[in-house]
């Protein structure tokens, strides 16, 4: 636990998926986590491992199963739906098409960001407040975006989309930010600016930050705690002091120790060649 | 000369009320990506609707304004089958034709009902302009109309739940996130969309002095053939521009269709034609990537 008061609180959080069948899968294992304001958790796995789910769980994309419970700001959340969730939760998915509206202007898709989880009602969508409002924060990006307000989402690209997401997931300031492998489909060059601008923004805003990757070198290098998930469970979950000490084979002997298996997954390994 | 000025006359009056239906398909298919077919039984509910009360006695701008609130019921139903039951939209919306038209001709009690000694909202404007009502009023009617509906539409599209409505067609899961019910832009947007077409099966009832239990067969594919033309013509870009392609679409098809019939063709191969029409305007895009060698994905089957 950090040394700040506690944001979010899953406990006995898990997910099975095809229950009763052979196929049966359990995604999540009694997952307890405790998230202190402020607090950016790296969270690191091979697939399978229940990370994704884990955010599905927290977004409110399905609920938990039955004896679970997530409470954020100490209200509970654990039966509440994805679209009543998202006031305290927001989330840049993988895939920048997934964050942002393709065939609507630059403005739209920020006009639709800025009421996140406010009641919407029949005013004009945006006026020159707003127009303002949006260019002063899309300039810090450094991507020209502030000068293409009615550009369609659709003509950018994906650094530009994924870049314009993550201001559609923080430009609300919701209590915590989900980030969902959120560069793993960018290229390196893409990847570093829109890592370093996610890190601004979660340092500037003082946001709440989850973030899945399979980059052990991110984990490492962003955040302030950083947790490794295996078989539906949190089977390392290391602090900043030991973290800034941390190297990757520290990583693989933390997994080895905790998971009692020797760690032999490749993927990992080949992504900890890119930047 | 009259022959010309005739036909677009009629053109212009029957693609600016068939022009509502446009609208109404543009909002499911378009906006909302919602493939609703509920259209061909809300278009005669609207005629069956204004029609019956209005041989009852009502005023008939009471009638029409009851037969969209019935198109909106009819739309409330579909998509409630859809995003509360989770019955595909395709579906819901043939399961909603279909009871339509038992419900349609237990409003009207028969298969059609006339309306042709009865007064309705046309002859009433002649009324209280003091003239006689020919198609030049029946066109300035649907204009100012046309313009109203247009103005309101271009207004709504543009505002919160407007902007979340456009944003459910286009990426759902992102309008999720962001906090909005797609259940809730899904219902607004269907039910507005058959609103609209009950609306102008009201008025066509009215102007074509009848209403009949089959006026809807097609209507979708009408509404489709229109749209498609209207975005293929004008090439529309941002709400406004869109909204005047889609009913400037309704008009062109209109005008073909007045073309194509006073030349000889049987009027009933019109559906056959528009069918065709439609086909070809959706198989276009694949015949070109298929002669430029490029590959295309095998069509959704749901």
């Given at each position: ?14 997910k099975v ?5 052979v ?21 690191i ?10 955010l ?8 938990p ?9 100490g ?12 006031r ?19 403005e739209?898709?920020l ?34 975006l ?18 314009l997401?993550?201001?559609m ?50 984990a ?34 933390a ?21 | ?24 398909v ?12 509920t ?11 204004a029609a ?13 304004l009851?037969a969209?609130?019935?198109?909106i ?12 039951l ?12 279909v ?28 009324q209280?302009?003091g ?11 649907m ?9 309101i ?14 944003a ?24 507005l ?17 009848f ?65 065709l029409?439609?086909?070809i ?8 990537k ?7 994905p ?5």
């Amino acid at each position: 636990m950090g040394k700040n008061q506690s944001l979010m609180k899953l406990s006995k959080v898990s997910k099975v998926f095809l229950k009763g069948s052979v196929d049966e899968v359990t995604a999540l294992d009694n997952v307890m986590l405790d998230v202190g304001a402020e607090d950016f958790i790296t969270v690191i796995g091979s697939n399978g491992a229940g990370k994704t789910t884990l955010l599905n769980v927290i977004s409110g994309v399905y609920p938990p199963e039955k004896g679970g419970k997530i409470t954020i700001n100490g209200q509970d959340v654990t039966r509440l739906s994805e679209h009543k969730r998202a006031r305290y939760v927001s989330r840049v998915y993988q895939n920048p098409h997934t964050g942002t509206a393709a065939k609507m202007t630059i403005e739209e898709n920020l006009s639709l960001a800025i009421l996140r989880g406010q009641s919407r009602g029949l005013r004009i969508a945006s006026n020159k407040k707003c127009r303002e409002l949006f260019r002063s924060v899309l300039a810090p990006l450094g991507l020209g975006l502030e000068d293409r307000l009615s550009a369609m989402v659709g003509t950018l690209s994906g650094g530009q989309r994924q870049a314009l997401a993550l201001i559609m997931a923080t430009i609300s300031k919701p209590s915590l930010l989900l980030l969902d492998e959120h560069v793993a489909t960018l290229d390196p060059k893409t990847n570093r600016i829109v890592l370093e601008l996610s890190e601004m923004i979660v340092q500037k805003e003082k946001m709440t930050t989850i973030m899945v990757t399979h980059n052990m070198k991110h984990a490492l290098r962003y955040g302030n705690r950083l947790t490794m998930m295996h078989k539906g469970k949190i089977i390392v979950d290391i602090h900043q002091k030991k973290k800034s000490d941390l190297s990757v084979n520290d990583l693989i002997v933390a997994f080895e120790h905790a998971s009692g298996e020797r760690f032999a997954d490749d993927s990992i390994m080949l992504r900890n060649t890119d930047s | 000369m009259d022959y010309v000025i005739n036909l677009l006359s009629v053109s212009l009056y029957e693609g600016l009320a068939y022009g509502f239906v446009t609208l109404g398909v543009y909002i499911t298919f378009r906006v909302l990506a919602f493939p609703d077919l509920t259209v061909d039984g809300s278009f005669p509910l609207g005629g069956a609707v204004a029609a019956t009360l209005i041989v009852g006695g009502v005023n008939p701008w009471l009638a029409t304004l009851v037969a969209f609130i019935a198109g909106i019921c009819a739309g409330l139903a579909t998509s409630l089958l859809n995003t509360k039951l989770r019955i595909n939209a395709l579906l819901a919306g043939i399961l909603m034709m279909v009871s339509l038209y038992s419900i349609n001709l237990a409003i009207m009690g028969r298969s059609n009902v006339s309306v042709l000694r009865e007064v309705t909202v046309f002859k009433q404007t002649a009324q209280l302009f003091g003239i006689e009502p020919t198609t030049t009023l029946s066109i300035i009617f649907m204009v100012v109309l046309a313009i109203v509906i247009l103005g309101i539409l271009n207004w709504f599209l543009r505002t919160e739940i407007g902007l979340a409505l456009r944003a459910t067609g286009d990426n759902g899961q992102m309008v999720r996130g962001l906090g909005v019910s797609t259940d809730t832009t899904t219902i607004i947007g269907v039910s507005l969309s058959n609103g609209l077409v009950a609306l102008a099966g009201g008025l066509i009832a009215q102007k074509q002095g009848f209403s009949d239990v089959g006026m809807g067969i097609g209507m979708i594919v009408m509404g489709l053939a229109s749209v498609i033309i209207g975005e293929r013509l004008f090439r529309p870009r941002g709400v406004t521009t869109i909204l005047f392609a889609v009913i400037g679409g309704s008009l062109v098809y209109r005008l073909f269709l007045g073309i194509a019939l006073r030349l000889g063709l049987p009027p009933n191969n019109l559906k056959l034609i528009t069918a065709l029409l439609v086909i070809i305007a959706l198989a276009i895009p694949y015949i070109q990537k298929k002669v430029r060698g490029e590959w295309m994905p095998p069509a959704a089957r749901m």
